[in-house]
């Protein structure tokens, strides 16, 4: 691109995790084409530059930051190169995001089979992490519903990958967090829906016993299920959640498919309780992002919907699936230290133990979590897995200059919860991870297989983030 081998200055931006906590400057390159994201291979080759792979930047880390080098952001490359309504495959560029997808294809009676709690990242960051949604128990993670996908690895090697013919290759480099190369193309198949909207439950339970049963008996009829948690209740109210179940409408259950399935429907309304509108609700939230509000705040959203008569509900799809798009902006409620999150995987024999301990620590050193989400899993067969047959619970913590050693500190002695349980971590949401932890909870066999294919896409070690300089 540039014929220097200086890179030039006006490239320079500051970037950050999205959790706002972690950040660090680079020279950021947004190719549009196959031919220019070549050219920045060159250019980092030329200037002895590393690289560092970003779509939308939603990762809460450090996983997409390269500290002063190059980083390519795919975003621009963002076009739908083929639908077929049929069969509901559809193949994209990397940086179409799961918003662009599910607008495309949900008038034609489909839907994305696996979304995150937010509709904005790409499909390249998607399958760089191998995300999940509120329905891993039953829908596998992102990659179990790819056919296939081209690859341009950091080597210059061009390659097709598909399931079936080179399934190696396939379960390896999905979840690879943008250490092989990148993805260029991806291909996957929809799932078909007969309305716009599904049915939701609501259930409560009163602590964390209560809410493994909750899941035990819904599980099995369930399409997607997701816990909050009041991380600020202790003692016998411990763990005390709110449960919503989703499910698709059979055919024929929907009277009016044809307008539910309109894109429109599926909008997100502009405004909360009718006349405040969103994009400053952010703002009202601040004065209440600290312990005291936040304990109102999980208190009241507990009791609100234990109270509540409407314990089922018809919701569009982006209602149910995007929650956390509502707020636009909501973590700036958090400050200037921004966020992190800590997610860990435990299976199902010590999961609720295992949760339990990690409750009463946060709450033992004043430090509870601000939102703290439950969800159900099922093993996979992907090399950087974070699956486990278990549970997993995301944990919010604010982060302050003043709290931020303490919080680093706090997060080892989770992991060591994590770890004792025979749990697992995942990238998407680390900031704080450790070399050990992370040796331990991938393996000796795990991280050889890496290393090796690490060295064959990548024998010049081009692809670096800040999350593999502290991890590998
Ligand atoms: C509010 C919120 C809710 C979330 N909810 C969930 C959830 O429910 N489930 C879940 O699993 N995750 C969730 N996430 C995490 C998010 O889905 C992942 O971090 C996802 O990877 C972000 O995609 P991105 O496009 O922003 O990629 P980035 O965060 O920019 O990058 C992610 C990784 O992919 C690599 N990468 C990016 N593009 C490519 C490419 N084209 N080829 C190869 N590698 C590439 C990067 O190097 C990096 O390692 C949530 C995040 C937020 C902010």
């Known amino acids: 691109m540039e014929e220097s081998f200086v890179l030039p200055i006006e490239r320079l931006e500051p970037l950050k995790g999205w959790g706002g906590a972690v950040g660090a400057a680079a020279y950021v390159y947004r190719p549009s084409t196959g031919g220019q994201l070549k050219e920045v291979f060159a250019t980092a080759r030329a200037t002895g ?8 930047g939603r990762s809460y880390g450090d996983a997409s930051l390269g500290r002063e080098n190059i980083v390519i952001e795919l975003t621009r490359m963002n076009r739908i190169l083929d639908w077929d309504p049929v069969s509901g495959i559809i193949t994209c560029e990397p940086g179409v995001t799961i918003e662009q997808v599910w607008r495309y294809v949900i008038e034609d009676g489909y839907w994305p089979p696996v979304v995150s709690g937010t509709m904005y990242p790409t499909l390249g960051g998607v399958l760089g992490m191998n995300i999940h949604g509120k329905n891993n128990f039953v829908a ?4 179990e519903h790819v056919c296939a996908f081209t690859f341009l690895a950091a080597s210059g090697e061009e390659l097709s990958v598909g399931r079936e013919t080179d399934p190696d290759l396939f379960y390896s480099m999905i979840g690879s967090f943008g250490m092989f190369g990148v993805f260029t193309s991806i291909k996957m198949k929809m799932k078909k829906v007969y309305s716009g909207d599904l049915d ?12 493994f049963k909750i899941y035990e008996e819904r599980i099995p009829e369930s399409d997607y299920l997701v816990g909050w948690i009041d991380a600020f209740a202790s003692g016998d109210k411990l763990g005390r959640a709110v449960v919503h179940q989703a499910n698709y409408l059979k055919p024929g259950v929907d009277p009016t498919p044809k307008q539910s399935l309109r894109a429109a429907h599926q909008d997100l309304p502009d405004t909360l309780f009718g006349f405040i509108p969103k994009s400053i609700m952010w703002i009202f939230l601040r004065p209440f992002t600290n312990n005291v509000g936040f304990k109102l705040v999980n208190w009241a959203k507990f009791w609100s919907s234990k109270i509540s008569p409407k314990k089922q509900m018809r919701q569009a799809h982006a209602a149910f699936a995007f929650l956390l798009d509502y707020v636009p902006n909501w973590k700036k409620s958090y400050g200037k230290g921004g966020l992190i999150q800590f997610q860990s995987f435990i ?8 949760f339990r301990a990690q409750f009463t620590v946060c709450q033992s050193v004043n430090m509870p979590p601000y939102l703290a989400v439950f969800k159900r899993h099922r093993p996979d067969k992907f090399l950087m897995t974070h699956a486990v047959d278990g549970f997993s619970l995301a944990l919010d ?4 200059r003043k709290n931020r050693a303490k919080l680093w500190k706090l997060t080892e002695r989770l992991n060591q919860i994590t770890l004792d349980a025979g749990g697992r971590f995942y990238m998407a949401k680390d900031a704080t991870l450790t070399r050990e932890a992370f040796r331990q909870y991938l393996g ?9 294919l690490k060295k064959r896409f990548d024998p010049d070690n081009v692809l670096v983030s800040e999350l593999s300089k502290r991890l590998l």
């Not at 596998?140 to 990659?143: A, E, L, R, T, V």
């Not at 299976?347 to 295992?354: Q, T």
């Not at 000796?444 to 090796?452: D, G, I, P, R, S």
């Open 49 to 56: 530059r590393t690289i560092t792979l970003r779509g939308a």
């Open 347 to 354: 299976p199902k024999e010590s999961a609720e133990e295992a």
């Open 140 to 143: 596998g993670p992102i990659g």
């Open 397 to 400: 913590f604010k982060v302050t």
């Open 200 to 211: 939701v439950k609501v259930y409560t339970s009163d602590n964390l016993h209560g809410l």
């Open 444 to 452: 000796e066999e795990t991280l050889a297989k890496f290393a090796a």
